[in-house]
C-alpha cells in the first residue's frame, strides 16, 4: 500500500475536475435518481497533487420528500460538484502516487468511517445540504484506476516519449501508428507479455515501442519520476484489417489462399506457449504490404464478440473460468469460422471447396468430433503443392 501523507491545511486547496461518472440503471428500476455517483479530481496544493475519486453512495432524496423528477446529468453533475467543492480533503488520509477514492455515504455501519468536513454549508438548493451533518467517508484505493505498467517491466521495448508521439509517427523511415492505448489495466499487461513473448514470430502482430510518460499519479512534482507505459505502437501494416477487404469484396485482389495456412500458423505457435486469443475474427487479421495475414489483438483477455464464440463458451454467457483446452478448442472453432467466411467471399475457385470442408471439421457442434488445429494445417500443408492451390 502506498505511503500515507495527509496535505497541509493551511492553504485552500485548488481543484481540478477529470470526469464524472453515476450508475445508469437507475431508469430501468424506476428510481429518479442514481445508486451512486463519482467525480475524479486533482486535489493540488504547493508542489504536490493527489488524484481522488468522490464517490457517494445512496440517495440524496429524504425519505418523506414528494415525488422527484429525474434531473438531467448536467444537473446532477454540478450539483454534485458544487457539493464536492466544499469538502476539506485535508482532512482525509490521501494516498501518495495513485488515486485515493473516499467513499461517502449516510449509513456505512460495516466500515470505519470518520465525518465529512466541510468548508461550509452547501446551499439550500443543493439537497446535499440536507444530509451533509450525516454523511462519513472511509478512504480506499481506487480498484479502477487505470493501472499503468512500469516501465522498468519491459526493457526490451523501445520507449518513446509520448508527448513527441502524433496519431502517425515515422521512425527509423518507418511508419508506425498508435493503435492501442490503456483502458483496461489488465489488457494492456497481457498485451505488452505477449508482444514480448512472440517477438519476431511471422504471422503474429509486431510492437515498434511503447509511449511512456511520466506517472501520471505521481504526489511529488520535484522529485525524479518513475517512467509508466500509456500506450503500444504497433508496426503500421497497410494492407488494412480482413474484414474490409471482406467487405469491400476485393478478397480476390490478393493472393488469399495462403491466408488460411498463416492465421492457422500463428494461432497454434500461440496454442504451444499456452496462451489462447478469444477474440478469432476478420477485425483482428490485418494484411501487410506483401499481402501476408498477420494475427492482432493478442492479449487473450480483450474483449469477445458474442458471434464468434463456441457453442460451448455461448452457453455458459462466454466466461473465462474455462480450462485451457475450452479455451483452445474456442479459437479453433472461431478459426473455421473465419476459413467458411473467407471461402464464401472468394467466388468461384476450386481451394474454396478445400477450405469449406476444413471450416466444416473445424466447426462440429460436439467438441470431440472437432478437428484439431494441428489436423487443419496438416491438411492444408498437404494441398498447397496441389494444383487446385498453388498459390497457398
Given at each position: 500500500m502506498p505511503p500515507i501523507t495527509a496535505p497541509d491545511p493551511r492553504t485552500t486547496p485548488q481543484l481540478e475536475f477529470k470526469s464524472y461518472s453515476e450508475d445508469i440503471y437507475f431508469r430501468a428500476a424506476g428510481k429518479?435518481?442514481?445508486?451512486?455517483?463519482?467525480?475524479?479530481?486533482?486535489?493540488?496544493?504547493q508542489d504536490r497533487r493527489w488524484w481522488i475519486k468522490v464517490t457517494f453512495a445512496g440517495s440524496v432524496i429524504l425519505p418523506d420528500a414528494e415525488a422527484e423528477q429525474t434531473k438531467p446529468t448536467r444537473e446532477r453533475r454540478n450539483e454534485f460538484q458544487d457539493f464536492v467543492r466544499l469538502i476539506d480533503f485535508h482532512t482525509m488520509p490521501l494516498l501518495d502516487?495513485?488515486?485515493?477514492?473516499?467513499?461517502?455515504?449516510?449509513?456505512?455501519?460495516?466500515?470505519t468511517t470518520e465525518p465529512v468536513i466541510l468548508y461550509g454549508k452547501p446551499k439550500d438548493t443543493n439537497r446535499f445540504a440536507n444530509i451533509a451533518k450525516h454523511l462519513?467517508?472511509?478512504?480506499q484505493e481506487d480498484p479502477l484506476r487505470v493501472d499503468y505498467p512500469l516501465r522498468l517491466e519491459f526493457p526490451s521495448f523501445r520507449a518513446i516519449d509520448a508527448a513527441e508521439l502524433r496519431e502517425e509517427h515515422e521512425i527509423n523511415s518507418r511508419v508506425f501508428r498508435i493503435l492501442y492505448m490503456p483502458h483496461d489495466s489488465e489488457v494492456i499487461q497481457a498485451e505488452l507479455e505477449n508482444l514480448e513473448r512472440f517477438n519476431g514470430v511471422p504471422g503474429i502482430v509486431q510492437s515498434a515501442g511503447i509511449a511512456v510518460i511520466s506517472n501520471p499519479y505521481a504526489t511529488s512534482q520535484t522529485n525524479v519520476l518513475e517512467l509508466v507505459i500509456s500506450g503500444i505502437l504497433f508496426e503500421y501494416y497497410s494492407g488494412g484489417t480482413l474484414e474490409c477487404?471482406?467487405?469491400?469484396?476485393?478478397?480476390r485482389e490478393h493472393r488469399w489462399e495462403r491466408w488460411a495456412l498463416q492465421i492457422g500458423?500463428?494461432?497454434r505457435i500461440i496454442h504451444n506457449a499456452k496462451k489462447f486469443h478469444m477474440d478469432i475474427k476478420p477485425s483482428n487479421v490485418v494484411l501487410d504490404r506483401d499481402g501476408n495475414a498477420i494475427l492482432i489483438d493478442i492479449s487473450g483477455i480483450g474483449g469477445q464478440t458474442y458471434e464468434w464464440l463456441a457453442p460451448e463458451i455461448l452457453a455458459e454467457n462466454g466466461e473465462f473460468d474455462h480450462p485451457f483446452e475450452d479455451l483452445e478448442s474456442n479459437d479453433v472453432w472461431a478459426y473455421g469460422k473465419l476459413l467458411d467466411v473467407l471461402a464464401s467471399n472468394a467466388g468461384d475457385s476450386p481451394f474454396t471447396a478445400t477450405l469449406k470442408f476444413i471450416a466444416e471439421h473445424l466447426t462440429e457442434e460436439k467438441v470431440q468430433r472437432r478437428w484439431t488445429l494441428s489436423q487443419a494445417i496438416s491438411y492444408l500443408n498437404t494441398c498447397k503443392d496441389t494444383d487446385q492451390s498453388k498459390h497457398v
Open positions: 429518479p435518481e442514481p445508486n451512486s455517483r463519482s467525480q475524479t479530481l486533482i486535489y493540488h496544493y502516487d495513485t488515486v485515493t477514492e473516499a467513499i461517502i455515504s449516510e449509513d456505512q455501519k460495516s466500515k462519513q467517508f472511509y478512504v477487404v471482406l467487405n469491400e469484396q476485393r478478397v500458423t500463428a494461432l
